[in-house]
């Protein structure tokens, strides 16, 4: 248990925020105070400046922690985010100014990030296909977690090969079409020749069953 230095109400150190510089590891002040005391602080102009130079701070400082967070958020978040870009669009879209500014950061986030659009790409396509639960899986890690082994025939794939079938490929464990979502557990390193195979006799397989 803890005393709250603000509202002098003893709780439990669960409600308290981490500090690892303090002697017992915990704020002086409990989530809830801290909130209170956060939102009074940001709600001048000075204070969000403020706030935001300690953010940008703590970001280059953690840029690991930071991504991992806005993971996170993202996920917990579709909704909200969706219906923000909607809401943004809906007010400037028609400011051909601001579309052009934002159809320019697009691009250029494009040609800084090709890896991270096609797994973009992916799991639109993963949508469409009708997954029931997609997430942008980072195809590099998961080559990466199966030591780029093709776990249909257990031999190794071949980043950048001329040969377009030895390269690496996701495929999905349970296939989209019965059901399986697009996430990074649900997917397997395989070469695209040995991916291209097994898609061939699920489909035959299905057809055969549906007749």
């Not at 280059?60 to 996920?75: F, I, M, S, V, W």
Request: with cysteine; glycine share 6%.
């Amino acid at each position: 248990m803890k005393v709250c230095a603000k509202c002098l109400a003893e709780k439990p150190l669960a409600e308290f925020y981490d500090a690892p510089t303090t002697k017992c590891g915990k704020k002086s002040s409990c989530i809830e105070c801290y909130k209170a005391q956060t939102k009074v602080r940001v709600s001048s102009p000075a204070g969000r400046a403020s706030a935001a130079v300690r953010m940008r701070r703590w970001r280059a400082a953690n840029p690991g922690r930071a991504k991992e967070l806005d993971r996170q958020y993202r996920k917990a978040h579709v909704d909200r985010r969706a219906a923000y870009f909607a809401r943004w669009w809906a007010e400037n879209g028609s400011d051909p100014d601001r579309r052009a500014r934002a159809s320019t950061r697009s691009l250029e986030w494009k040609r800084r990030n090709p890896q991270k659009r096609r797994d973009h790409g992916t799991k639109r396509e993963a949508l469409e296909r009708g997954a029931r639960t997609a997430e942008v899986v980072d195809r590099v890690a998961v080559y990466e977690r199966d030591g780029y082994l093709c776990w249909l025939c257990d031999e190794p794939t071949v980043p950048g090969s001329d040969d377009h079938g030895a390269r690496p490929s996701l495929d999905h464990v349970i296939p989209l079409a019965d059901g399986g979502p697009h996430t990074a557990e649900n997917v397997r390193t395989a070469h695209h020749s040995c991916n291209a195979r097994r898609g061939a006799r699920d489909r035959w397989a299905r057809e055969r069953q549906a007749a």
